[in-house]
T-cell receptor
Framework: GESVGLHLPTLSVQEGDNSIINCAYS??????FIWYKQESGKGPQFIID?????DKRQGQRVTVLLNKTVKHLSLQIAATQPGDSAVYFC???????????FGTGTSLTVIP | ETGVTQSPTHLIKTRGQQVTLRCSSQ?????VSWYQQALGQGPQFIFQ???????GRGNFPPRFSGLQFPNYSSELNVNALELDDSALYLC?????????????FGPGTRLTVL
């Protein structure tokens, strides 16, 4: 299958600081990417997406950056809050088919 | 909450047994995808059902099979259970197939194979 990996398996940040979660993907044909948040005991929840014709997209307190040259994706969370504590996954989709490939995940812990 | 429900919440089986997991999709959704999530890993795509037909399959053996009903709810069946089948099984529903249709995940069924 595809290889979608994360540079850091765990991340701890102080409440109010900004968080950056990174993701590397291997398939240069991937043209659509999604970041998901998964809290304990729940399924993944859509946070933000980006298509390959963009290099940046902003949402509410979150920004996704896409660098196709080095096949790298990042999620920036501004003013991190305790409710942001969760595991974050990036997922890639080659050729906008129906199959997404998920990375291993990064566990974010927000310290009050 | 997403409106996607799964049952049962937890299940314990022994090797060689068969299991059926159920998923009720969100109202208005005709597409259900199933994922296997091993402990500490990201979800892996098993297959997708669209209007009662299989619409794509990941790298899983034939002993993983599925069904979708006229109300768009779905079942995942796993035969001849193996220890490595122990995982969280997630279903996700969407309005239509295709990558750009947001998937809404249920809370999952935790399967333990002994």
């Amino acid at each position: 299958g595809e290889s979608v990996g994360l540079h850091l398996p765990t991340l701890s940040v102080q409440e109010g600081d900004n968080s950056i979660i990174n993701c590397a993907y291997s398939n240069s044909a991937s043209d659509y990417f999604i970041w998901y948040k998964q809290e304990s005991g729940k399924g993944p929840q859509f946070i933000i997406d980006i298509r390959s014709n963009m290099d940046k997209r902003q949402g509410q307190r979150v920004t996704v950056l896409l660098n196709k040259t080095v096949k790298h994706l990042s999620l920036q969370i501004a003013a991190t809050q305790p409710g942001d504590s969760a595991v974050y996954f990036c997922a890639e989709n080659p050729n906008t088919g129906n199959q997404f490939y998920f990375g291993t995940g990064t566990s974010l812990t927000v310290i009050p | 909450e997403t409106g996607v429900t799964q049952s049962p919440t937890h299940l314990i089986k022994t090797r060689g047994q068969q299991v059926t997991l159920r998923c009720s999709s969100q109202s208005g959704h005709n597409t259900v995808s199933w994922y296997q999530q091993a402990l500490g890993q990201g979800p892996q795509f098993i297959f997708q059902y669209y209007r009662e037909e299989e619409n794509g399959r990941g790298n899983f053996p034939p002993r993983f099979s599925g069904l979708q009903f006229p109300n768009y709810s779905s079942e995942l069946n796993v035969n001849a259970l193996e220890l490595d089948d122990s995982a969280l099984y997630l279903c996700a529903s969407s309005k239509d197939p295709g990558a750009y249709n947001e998937q809404f995940f249920g809370p999952g069924t935790r399967l333990t194979v002994l």
